[in-house]
């Protein structure tokens, strides 16, 4: 039996062949695996272009924000060297990248698996054509993992005007000095501080009444007061983009469908945050009974129109969720699932515990989620109680000059189970992995230790605990 994975340089393909790896060879469930992937340099998305290098600029980012914003600091906050900035941005996933590829091509030193540089396209349903080297390959198992690409959003003009991606932003050693934001989901979040603490006067389109769409309104809102206040960017929302042009000193103008003096934004640069979609573009798949949309990839990564069921597509590739945890556990199960299927073994399906992490606010305030929400595990069937809390009701945000920000816990009513967490505030990155215990263990709120390690920003936790067992308690 032969395996072969389209994009092995990335968070998924590296899973799927790592999981495959041991099972290759005299003996063993397969006899190949073919890793494929064109990247230059290789490395991932992740690495090169997304959460890594985003992350590197934006603590930047971050260190100016503190600086700037206690008020027990005198004189001008520096300014942030863009040069050295994606300098040392460079230097450091230029570093990543290059142990991804190492990895990658040990997987390879193993009998039977062979890595190959090279683009690969489907001419037929189970048959790939390495492009470069002009060889076809015909293996029992095919798994795309082929990532994500940006998407651009039919407004418009929008190509008469260009645009900045985050990719084009974190190479930039030089920023206009104003500019309009479409997209205000997890790009749009985490580069608008960058930019506005790099000295561009932002406009910020946001769709709906709020940011951050699967979370309670108190966040979003929480959210938007922080970068209009704190960050002096301009969101301007339930707005939607109508057409673009370009501005005579070579500007953008967005119309919009506002009728007051916002109908029409003028900017030097337009910065395009509006997402990514999974980059299927000269794949082939036209030689194939496979068609991308809603449900074609099922819980267990299988693509549902290929009746051989020896089609699996994961992480961004198959559109389900494109943040990189959840990228390796789908190649991880994937592989799983191809040994079970060689097996004759039931297929397991992929049905995490929401756990993600936004890095708002320049780093400084993030936005954790993990578990259920109050709304959806109400409507998952729960009976529930959920506690809120302030940050700034804890002294330690206020000593930390961190003051916004909320958290929310929801437990089950009846038995006190842990269900979800939810914050925006100083070191809620750090807490996620807390409540991920709490959650994915099924703990009793009313067991978790009532002890503070007083001054420390936890103590928001201790808090939500104490409330939350109280209410159960009571019920």
């Known amino acids: 039996m032969h395996v072969a994975v389209i994009g092995a340089y990335g968070s998924a393909g590296v899973a799927v062949a790592e999981g495959l790896v041991d ?22 998305l992740c690495i090169l272009r997304g959460c890594m290098p985003s992350k590197e600029v934006l603590s930047a980012a971050e260190a100016r924000y503190k600086t700037r914003h206690d008020d027990r600091l005198a004189g001008e906050p520096p300014q942030i060297d863009l040069d050295r900035v994606v300098e040392r941005k460079d ?6 990248a290059a ?13 039977g698996v062979v890595f190959r540089h090279d683009t690969a396209r489907f001419v037929g349903p189970h048959e790939l054509e390495l492009i470069d080297a002009g060889e076809r390959l015909s293996p029992d ?25 985050s990719a084009d932003v974190l190479d930039a050693t030089t920023l206009p000095d104003s500019g309009v934001v479409m997209g205000f989901g997890y790009v749009g979040i985490e580069m608008a501080p960058y930019l506005a603490e790099a000295g561009v006067d932002l406009t910020v389109i946001e769709h709906d009444a709020r940011p951050l769409d699967d979370a309670p309104a108190a966040f979003g809102d929480e959210l938007l007061d922080l970068y209009r206040e704190s960050f002096g960017i301009e969101v301007l929302t339930e707005t939607h983009e109508r057409r673009l042009e370009p501005t005579a000193d070579g500007g953008v103008r967005l119309h919009t469908d506002r009728d007051d003096d916002h109908a029409t934004v003028e900017a030097d640069q337009l910065f395009l945050f509006t ?61 799983d699932n191809v040994l079970a299927d060689l097996a004759g073994e039931s297929l397991a399906a992929y049905d995490p515990t929401t756990h993600h992490v936004m890095f708002s606010g320049a780093g400084v305030y993030p936005y954790a989620r993990v578990g259920h929400s109050a709304d959806s595990a109400a409507a998952a069937g729960y009976e529930t109680v959920t506690v809120r809390r302030e940050a700034a ?14 958290a929310e ?9 842990v269900l979800g967490y939810q914050g925006l505030h100083y070191h809620a990155d750090a807490m996620a992995k807390t409540m991920q215990v709490l959650v994915e263990d099924g703990t009793d709120v009313r067991t978790v230790p009532d002890r503070a390690y007083h001054p420390t920003t936890p103590e928001i936790l201790d808090g939500l605990v104490r409330a939350a067992s109280d209410e159960v308690g009571d019920a």
């Open 23 to 44: 099972y290759v060879g005299d003996g063993e469930p397969l006899d190949r695996l073919t890793m494929v992937d064109d990247g230059e340099p290789g490395g991932g």
């Open 409 to 417: 816990l929801t437990v089950d009513a009846t038995d006190g189970t």
């Open 141 to 165: 198992y095919v798994v795309v993992a082929t990532g994500s690409t940006v998407n651009v959003p039919d407004v418009p003009g929008i190509e008469e005007v260009g645009y900045a991606t």
């Open 275 to 335: 997402g990514r979609r999974p980059n299927l573009d000269g794949l082939g798949l036209d030689a194939t009974p496979l068609e991308p949309g809603p449900g074609w990839v099922d819980a267990t990564m299988r693509a549902t129109d290929d009746e051989t069921g020896r089609t699996y597509v994961v992480g961004d590739a198959n559109g389900r969720e494109p943040i990189l945890h959840v990228a390796k556990e789908q190649g991880y199960l994937a592989a």
């Open 99 to 111: 142990h991804r590829r190492a990895a990658t091509e040990r997987l390879a030193d193993h009998d």
């Open 393 to 406: 009701d804890d002294g330690v945000f206020l000593t930390k000059a961190a003051p916004y920000g909320l």
């Open 91 to 96: 230097e450091h996933t230029s570093s990543f």
